[in-house]
């Protein structure tokens, strides 16, 4: 893509820092802007165009990217984007704000701002493979007109799978992360029984290895646990905003176990854990069970 095609970043946290970063390094022209100041000075060396407002930010973009915390924020940050988008821009939503704040921002743009194409297109993949541009793009929406946005998918992922119209990107991301946090509450409670008779959690990856269930995300999280280290690639309190998003758009009486975890997860927040990595609620049933 031309260098003096512009792409808007509004939310540079982990994910969003990770998006401009590699856009940067693919010779894009990226403005960013953030709620709170200091996020993303650091690419300012590197050409990111840091804005003092939203509208500053998206004026004169081909493409804006949203990578916000929940759905509110995002319909509030583009209520403010809205007029100083250009004519044609595609809005691109890749944060995971849940099926109805997704459906509620696509009826607002289409009220405001009819020329501008919407995507849906939240991302499967955490802090560090977005920064190697390892994630995948559930990307929905009109393909069609989604020439620009491919070019800024490419540039910041593995790859995108196309799943029709907008709004099924939000929908899949719930389902997935909803395996996600299955798999991470049952591989804590595993660690800790293989714990109480006698094994570490290498010793129950050593198990796992070369097997159909060696998920290398497992992997990752039992050498976090092993380390009593829990820097976070997805905090504890988003991952927990992500299960319950995913009870309110299922059947809750079919998700029994993911809302039993929400109900966990929200325990181990109010004593403390929201921001580390989700794989703190191994330590959280450790200490409870101390108590």
């Known amino acids: 893509m031309s260098q003096q095609t512009k792409v808007a970043v509004l939310g540079l946290g982990a994910m969003g820092h990770a998006f401009a970063s590699n856009l940067l390094k693919k010779g894009f022209r990226v403005s960013g802007w953030n709620r709170s100041a ?90 560090a493979p977005a920064e190697n541009a390892m994630i995948t793009v559930f990307a929905s929406g009109e393909r069609s007109r989604a020439t620009a946005a491919e070019s800024v998918f490419a540039a910041i992922s593995k790859g995108s799978l196309w799943l ?47 097997g159909p269930l060696a998920a290398p995300y497992a992997k990752g999280k039992l050498q976090m646990i092993s380390r009593d280290d829990f820097t976070p690639q997805m905090q504890l309190v988003w991952a927990l905003k992500d299960a319950r998003l995913a009870t309110e758009a299922g059947d809750v009486q079919q998700l029994p176990a993911l809302k039993n975890i929400t109900e966990l997860w929200q325990q181990a927040v109010d004593d403390g854990f929201g921001e580390q990595d989700l794989a703190v609620i191994s330590k959280f049933l450790a200490n409870r069970s101390k108590q």
């Open 38 to 127: 200091g996020k993303g000075e650091d690419l300012v060396p590197a050409g990111l165009q840091l804005a003092d407002s939203v509208s500053e930010a998206v004026s004169e973009a081909a493409v804006i990217i949203t990578m916000l915390s929940d759905g509110d924020t995002t319909l509030n940050i583009a209520a403010q984007a809205a007029e100083a988008l250009s004519a044609q821009a595609i809005f691109c939503q890749m944060g995971t704000i849940g099926v109805d704040a997704t459906r509620l921002l696509q009826q607002f743009l289409q009220q405001k701002r009819p020329d501008v194409v919407f995507l849906d297109a939240p991302v499967s993949g955490t802090k």
């Open 164 to 210: 029709g119209e907008a709004g099924a990107g939000s929908r899949m991301k719930l389902v997935v992360n909803s395996w996600l946090i299955g798999l991470m509450q049952s591989l804590a409670e595993s660690e800790l029984l293989a714990e109480s008779l006698g094994f570490s959690p290498e010793d129950l990856w050593q198990a796992l290895e070369g």
